[in-house]
């Protein structure tokens, strides 16, 4: 992890060892919105640390959800995905565009790609829990489907702690960017994807610390 932080640190505004311990790297483009066709800011792309050492149950960083088969950093952005992931839907209901769209449609294709992206969140997460002790790494859906809890932040690059955090699932941000989308389309306000992800914030009840 201190390596992946070295070598990150000529793209961050903030030294190694802040990334090494909970700091988040996050990159702002500016691309063309693939629901609205639009170009945009897409301000949620976080640049997060793999290594595979965080498999290792005896690690006290063990987090199966951080691994991967070499040290590695990954950006993405759940709101892009999700951008992308309603274009997709629409292409596969209508062989269209979704900004080509009449408003009956678009509402279709928005209530159809929401259900579909948190069903792919679930599954995904409950994979991973299945194949996590999750004594000594807490990950889990909350009842009501609503936020899911892991043992780190996001974004965070690097964490030398580890707590337990709850984090919105798409059922919970997507509704946000459904209704700017609308505003768009309805002719309310232009669209922007700024500050529409949330960061995950402590469980009420935290009930492990591992330190490094």
């Known amino acids: 992890m201190r390596y992946l932080a070295d070598e990150m640190e000529p793209i961050s505004p903030l030294p190694a060892e802040a990334l ?19 170009e945009t800011v897409f301000d949620d792309f976080d640049c997060i640390a793999f290594c595979p050492q965080a ?17 590695c ?19 596969l209901l209508f062989g269209e565009e979704v900004y ?3 408003c009956s449609r678009i509402k279709e294709v928005f209530d159809y790609a929401i ?7 679930l599954s995904t997460i409950r994979r991973f829990a299945a194949k ?14 609503e936020y899911w809890v892991a043992a780190h932040q996001d974004p965070a690059f690097a964490e030398t702690v580890k707590e337990c955090y709850r984090h919105e699932l798409p059922k919970t941000y997507g509704p946000r960017l459904i209704q700017r989308w609308q505003d768009h389309f309805e002719e309310r306000q232009p669209f922007t994807a700024a500050g529409v992800s949330a960061c995950g914030s402590p469980t009420a ?7 490094y």
């Open 73 to 91: 950093v990954n950006m993405t952005s759940d709101v892009y995905a999700f951008s992308l992931f309603v274009r997709e839907t629409a292409q």
């Open 55 to 71: 498999e290792n149950i005896s690690d006290p960083l063990y987090d199966p959800l951080m691994a991967a088969p070499f040290p």
């Open 205 to 211: 009840g935290v009930f492990f610390i591992l330190r």
């Open 115 to 121: 259900q579909r992206f948190h069903r792919l969140a």
């Open 20 to 38: 090494l311990n909970g700091a988040a790297l996050n990159k702002s483009l500016r691309l063309n919105c693939p629901v609205t066709g639009i």
């Open 100 to 102: 080509r769209l009449d």
């Open 132 to 145: 996590t002790d999750v004594r000594k790494c807490p990950v889990h859906v909350e009842v009501g489907e």
